[in-house]
């Protein structure tokens, strides 16, 4: 039997997406290519992701994130929300993902999770690379045609 008292808790990650415009002023979008994650190993995703942790607001996550991850410092004055997906993980639990753009930082662009990164690559906007996770190129078409979005997906 269900315990009224207790609230449901829903897993929260954010997804990170670097941007930048090109000498010939071109839109480029830095992705990641995963490896040896146990999700979509083989094909790029976003920037940088990352599961929130308690007590950690979705901001300071994608600051945390993308150190991590690609070594860069973000202040959150410079984080933009792209987006929100509601979905149902391959486990059948609940998850928000929370979708944010960057476009100033300071530090250099590296790898700092070899294990689970095995390329980083800028791609012009108008030729994003067909192995895309499909829910980061929905995110992408939607931001871009509609502004911020909303999406469910796997209910």
């Known amino acids: 039997m269900r315990n009224p008292n207790k609230r449901?808790?829903?897993?929260?990650?954010?997804?990170?997406?670097l941007t930048?415009?090109?000498?010939?002023?071109?839109?480029?979008?830095?992705?990641?290519?995963r490896r040896n994650t146990g999700f979509a190993d083989g094909m790029w995703d976003?920037?940088?992701?990352?599961?929130v942790e308690k007590d950690e607001p979705m901001t300071e996550t994608v600051c945390r994130e993308a150190n991590e991850e690609i070594g860069i410092?973000?202040?959150p004055e410079n984080i933009e929300f792209m987006g929100l997906f509601h979905s149902v993980r391959t486990d059948n639990e609940?998850?928000?993902l929370a979708c944010f753009i960057v476009t100033e930082y300071s530090g250099?662009?590296?790898?700092?999770?070899?294990?689970?990164?095995?390329e980083l690559k800028w791609f012009k906007e108008s030729d994003?690379?067909?192995?895309?996770?499909?829910?980061?190129?929905?995110?992408?078409?939607?931001?871009?045609?509609?502004?911020?979005?909303?999406?469910e997906f796997g209910w």
């Open 128 to 151: 994003l690379p067909d192995n895309i996770i499909g829910t980061r190129k929905t995110a992408l078409t939607r931001f871009k045609n509609e502004g911020i979005f909303y999406q």
């Open 94 to 96: 609940p998850m928000l």
């Open 73 to 75: 410092h973000v202040e």
């Open 46 to 51: 976003f920037s940088a992701s990352g599961h």
């Open 108 to 118: 250099k662009i590296k790898i700092n999770e070899p294990d689970k990164i095995s």
């Open 8 to 17: 449901f808790k829903t897993i929260a990650a954010v997804l990170i997406l």
């Open 20 to 33: 930048r415009k090109n000498t010939n002023g071109d839109t480029e979008y830095l992705l990641q290519k």
